[in-house]
Every structure is written in structure tokens, then in C-alpha cells.
């Protein structure tokens, strides 16, 4: 089963870029979701082209909003409390931002 998000938060900081085991890039972008005033993290995998070009221009601190499937895991840090691991594989983003002379 899969279900959709529409996630709207802050990237926390510049995406990562990986290499798949099939040769093809993706990135992984950590957005901060403040859930009530608290704040929920989020792992947000980039595979799509136009979603990576267009969160490639972003810089950490930009309010986003990024739409795709996600999954929820629990998991135990070593004589830690159990956390829920969020994690979306997004296909489209925009930014809430105002928009800068700078063309981004």
C-alpha cells in the first residue's frame, strides 16, 4: 500500500547528492516540519530531474512544500527511546519563498 504527503516545512540544509547502484543520481534533503510547535524531521529522497534541478537551486533556511510517497518506521537507537523514521520519496516541490533578483 501506498499513500501520498503534501509535506510543508524548511530544508534544513543543502541536499546531498548520491549516486544509486544503477548509476543514476539522486539527492536526499532533510526538511524541518513544525508539527503544532514542535518540530517533526523528515528524509526526503529526490529522484525526479525537475524536482532535483529545482531543490538544487534552494539554500538551507527556504520554506518548500514537496508532494510524494512516504513511509514510516520505527526505529530504536542503542539505550535510546523508539522515534518514528519519516521518509518521502518526493516527485515535485515549490518553493514559498519571495522570489530574489538573482533568477532563483
Same mark, same amino acid.
Given at each position: 500500500? #501506498?499513500? /501520498?504527503?503534501?509535506?510543508? !516545512?524548511?530544508?534544513?540544509?543543502?541536499?546531498e547528492?548520491?549516486? @544509486?547502484?544503477?548509476?543514476? *543520481?539522486?539527492?536526499?534533503? #532533510?526538511? /524541518?516540519?513544525?508539527?503544532? !510547535?514542535?518540530?517533526?524531521?523528515?528524509?526526503?529522497?529526490?529522484? @525526479?530531474?525537475?524536482?532535483? *534541478?529545482?531543490?538544487?537551486?534552494?539554500?538551507?533556511?527556504?520554506?518548500?512544500?514537496?508532494?510524494?510517497?512516504?513511509?514510516?518506521?520505527i526505529?530504536?537507537?542503542?539505550?535510546? *527511546?523508539?522515534?518514528?523514521?519519516?521518509?518521502?520519496?518526493?516527485d515535485?516541490?515549490?518553493?514559498?519563498?519571495?522570489?530574489?533578483?538573482?533568477?532563483?
Amino acid at each position: 500500500m #501506498s499513500a /501520498r504527503v503534501l509535506l510543508s !516545512g524548511v530544508l534544513h540544509k543543502a541536499p546531498e547528492r548520491k549516486t @544509486s547502484k544503477n548509476n543514476k *543520481e539522486y539527492l536526499i534533503a #532533510s526538511i /524541518r516540519e513544525n508539527n503544532g !510547535g514542535a518540530n517533526r524531521w523528515w528524509k526526503v529522497l529526490i529522484f @525526479s530531474e525537475s524536482a532535483i *534541478e529545482f531543490i538544487d537551486r534552494l539554500v538551507a533556511g527556504d520554506p518548500v512544500q514537496a508532494s510524494g510517497t512516504f513511509d514510516a518506521r520505527i526505529w530504536t537507537p542503542d539505550g535510546g *527511546e523508539p522515534r518514528v523514521n519519516l521518509t518521502m520519496t518526493a516527485d515535485a516541490f515549490l518553493s514559498a519563498r519571495a522570489k530574489r533578483g538573482d533568477g532563483r
